[in-house]
């Protein structure tokens, strides 16, 4: 079953507070993502991974961290929430072998920041 | 700057008419345009996409039309129904940074019956 899960799906912080947001997916996909999205901005890209512990910074990094020490699992770490994190993140996963590869994305998960 | 520009925000067509989505691009080394189909609460997903040494991809009532020199693109459904109702995102990749897919801003599309 070809799946990407994304916990929790809903999640309010206070500022300040630290949050953490998991992502797994049973495809053994190679290269997994995280998006945020917002209201008229589209999908932003925050970090993207290759493989265990092959992170890279996306479009917009700042004020994010990652985790990868399993393939099948993508965390991402906010230290210090603050109310612009308030949105809903997107995991994603695929193949890496080539371009143009389909991105399986999971159901988001929906922070906000109080 | 956008990379990749879809060029409204949203659209509304009644049942059974053609919806026509637009895209643009300005990274000439592009070379590979997926459409991703959003419903509500859900993740995107992959529609149907398209490689710059084609200039049409068909796949059911759905189909792209690509101008590689004027670096738009172009998203036809045919026969909208209310279950195409979704936001529809206009991508793109190169070779040179595998799987790393610039998106535009989304199109909202609304069918009504």
């Known amino acids: 079953d070809m799946k990407v899960t994304q916990m929790p799906r809903y999640l309010i912080k206070r500022m300040g507070e630290n949050v953490l947001l998991e992502c797994g997916q049973d495809?053994?996909?190679?290269?997994m993502y995280w998006y945020r999205q917002d209201p008229g901005l589209g999908l932003q890209l925050i970090y993207i991974?290759?493989?265990?512990?092959?992170?890279s910074e996306g479009d917009i990094p700042k004020g994010y961290r990652v985790s990868r020490k399993k393939r099948e699992h993508f965390s991402l770490i906010l230290d210090s929430a603050k109310t612009n994190q308030t949105s809903v993140y997107f995991c994603a996963s695929s193949f890496r072998d080539r371009a143009g590869n389909t991105l399986y994305f999971g159901e988001g998960s929906r922070l906000i920041v109080v | 700057q956008q990379q990749v520009r879809q060029s409204s925000q949203s659209l509304t067509v009644w049942e059974g008419e053609t919806a026509i989505l637009n895209c643009s691009y300005e990274n000439s080394a592009f070379d590979y345009f997926p459409w991703y189909q959003q419903f509500p609460g859900e993740g995107p997903a992959l529609l149907i996409a398209?490689?710059?040494?084609?200039d049409k991809k068909e796949d059911g009532r759905f189909t792209i039309f690509f101008n590689k020199r004027e670096k738009n693109l172009s998203l036809h459904i045919k026969d909208s129904q209310p279950g195409d109702s979704a936001t529809y995102f206009c991508a793109a990749s190169g070779t040179q940074v595998v799987g790393q897919l610039t998106f535009g801003r989304g199109t909202r599309l609304q069918v009504y019956a």
């Open positions: 495809m053994s996909h190679e290269t």
């Open positions: 991974s290759y493989d265990v512990d092959s992170n």
């Open positions: 398209i490689r710059s040494v084609s």
